[in-house]
């Protein structure tokens, strides 16, 4: 039976912290665990939804700690609301606190999760997508020395990736001789995909990017602060590698912005900054107003917040880039259902009805957590 309303009557919050296979290092910091919040939101008709988060304290300013604690405040205003108004409970979030993307993208994971359920239909369906094209994602080379980033590099390829990405941020001649040994390890065909993180000036972007043309570049990630926005178009004018936006793209109105300033040609979209499925929706529509690409991607997230990124994927046809290689990168695997990784970097979705994942129970009683 599908209702028309469905009362929020109680919230659970999981401290979910999984140690990584080895260190995860990007120009921002270096990551050893996947430090994460699981809510999962129950409803009066019997119908709950799981969603997550992975707050990165270098790009959205949250961490497990903070999340667990706006999220009470969350929980608590959220209480009694009917979960299908997803506009009415995000319109509650803004209205406790500004900010925090990451904690209420997990909270809007949850809400979706229980609305496509209700409509008796995969998330992605409910949101307008189809399951109509193959999604294969890129694995990330981890900032560091060149020579062992080429090697790196190198198994990345041998385990049968077939696009990978590469954390670079650093100085001028270092960057250039990282991307020189990882396309002399590789071979000149593989597409090689690099995310600065905000780690250039501007001139030293427009130094490198033309210095790496020779090596078969797809995009550029972020190469500039992310404030330093109104620099992105000089720095796009004069790449010959097409400009992704990332951190500066967080929203609706940081997309519009970009668009207007014609500052990018691409997007990168995560659910985590966009505060969840909501905004990154729109999002997504401007982009194909203005005829642009994007890709899809996440930060730390289990295969449970990356399945809610693969169900966003299947949105639009202009979603032509797959980053979800991190839950590869986990110890443990604590998901039940979700997505699947398949030889070649595929990933495949479930067809079952809502997001099709969730948490294994017995993980979640080991988990420091709080039910408001």
Sequence with gaps: MRYQHLKIEAVE????????????????????????????????????????????????????????????????????????????????????????????????????????????????????????????????????????????????????????????????????????????????EIPIRIDANQGWNTEDAIKILNALDAFNIQHCEEPIARWNYTDLASIRAKSPIPIMADESCCDEHDAQRLINLSSCDLFNVKLGKSSGFFRAMKIIKLAEQANMKMQVGGFLESRLGFTAAAHLALVSDNVIYYDFDTPLMFREDPVSGGIEYDSKGVVKIPDEIGLGAAMDAGYLSSLQHVIV
């Design 13 to 188: 919050l999981y401290q979910s912290a999984i140690k990584l296979k080895e260190p995860f290092v990007i120009s921002l910091g270096l990551l050893d665990h996947a430090e994460n919040v699981i809510v999962v939101i129950r409803t009066d008709r019997g119908i709950s939804g799981f969603g997550e988060c992975s707050p990165f304290k270098t790009i959205n300013g949250e961490s497990m700690a903070t999340c667990f604690i706006v999220g009470h405040y969350l929980a608590s205003a959220l209480k009694e609301l009917n979960a299908l108004n997803i506009e009415d409970c995000h319109k509650t979030m803004n209205a406790v606190i500004y900010g925090n993307a990451s904690i209420k993208s997990a909270f809007d994971i949850a809400l979706y999760d229980i609305a496509s359920q209700n409509a008796e239909l995969p998330l992605y369906l409910f949101l307008g997508g189809s399951n109509s094209k193959e999604l294969i994602t890129d694995f990330t080379v981890s900032f560091g020395a060149p020579e062992k980033m080429a090697a790196d590099a190198r198994k990345i390829v041998d385990r049968g990736f077939p696009v990978i990405k590469v954390k670079l941020g650093g100085s001028i001649e270092t960057d250039i001789m990282r991307i020189a040994c990882i396309r002399e390890a590789v071979g000149p």
